[in-house]
């Protein structure tokens, strides 16, 4: 897949992260045939992971900002741009309701400089596609693969940034590692919104499942996940909450939690 995403390009540079991160063991090819990678990283330990290429090992910000310098002494003879996008299509209200249609949803209701903490596997290329982020800081992920971090986090990043409101958008496989973190942010006070995209299954388990050698029509035992009620988990711990499985009360729902100034829940059903 990344060599696919690459093809056409002939020179890859990579700045402050891993080249590349793989969900499971990558043995490549990494690149398309005649690319060159080059990678500035502050990491020695991630830059011996590099499998080809140069890696540099230093200061990021000094890097790019010399590496800007040098373009523009030497700027090319022409610059390319881009491939235009056409608009995505919006997802349309539909009962059961999508993925899409929740992303798109909260991306209209939520304010730009708004943090979401995400830890949602199976709907990310969704949130990826359909919620934007634009302002630096407001978004924080995981690196690849780990489970349990997205709740608490989103109560750390709310007790580092207390004047912004925190968006822990969460899938309910992952809710069910670290709930408790919804106690810490009602007994901080903290204006968390607790987003669960409920689809009722681990479904990034279900979706690698032909990966770790499970047949198309195998069942993966445990990753059905029925009768889960996050809503009643949250009331348990002192933090209203409210379940939508109506697209026409989305919005007011997700309106009312990010204006309180206390912690509260959004369990959204999707199919």
Request: hydrophobic letters at 45%; a negative charge; glycine letters at 10%.
């Amino acid at each position: 897949k990344i060599v696919q995403l690459l093809e056409g390009h002939d020179l890859v540079f990579v700045a402050g992260a891993p080249a590349f991160t793989y969900h499971v063991e990558g043995s490549g090819p990494h690149l398309p045939p005649g690319a060159t990678l080059y990678q500035l990283i502050d990491d020695p330990m991630t830059a011996s992971w590099t499998p080809q290429g140069s890696a540099i090992v230093g200061n990021i910000r000094l890097g790019l900002q010399d590496l800007l310098a040098q373009m523009a002494q030497h700027p090319p003879a022409t610059r390319l741009q881009p491939a235009r996008r056409e608009p995505r299509t919006r997802a349309a209200p539909e009962t059961p309701m999508s993925a899409a249609f929740a992303m798109q949803t909260l991306a209209d209701v939520r304010a730009a400089e708004d943090i979401v903490v995400e830890e949602a596997p199976g709907s990310r290329p969704t949130m990826q596609a359909y919620l934007p982020f634009t302002r630096p800081g407001s978004f924080y992920t995981m690196a690849s693969g780990g489970l349990g971090y997205g709740m608490p986090a989103a109560v750390g990043v709310a007790l580092a940034r207390p004047h912004q409101r925190v968006i822990g958008l969460i899938g309910d496989g992952s809710a069910m590692y670290s709930p408790q973190a919804i106690y810490s942010a009602v007994q901080l006070g903290l204006p968390i919104t607790f987003v669960i995209i409920n689809n009722g299954r681990y479904a990034a388990l279900q979706d690698f499942a032909p990966a770790f050698g499970f047949g198309a029509d195998d069942v993966v035992q445990g990753t059905d996940l029925p009768g889960l009620d996050f809503v009643a988990l949250a009331q348990s711990m002192g933090c209203q909450g409210v379940r939508v499985s109506d697209p026409a009360e989305l919005a007011g729902a997700l309106q009312a939690a990010l204006s309180a100034n206390a912690p509260r829940l959004v369990e959204v059903l999707v199919r």
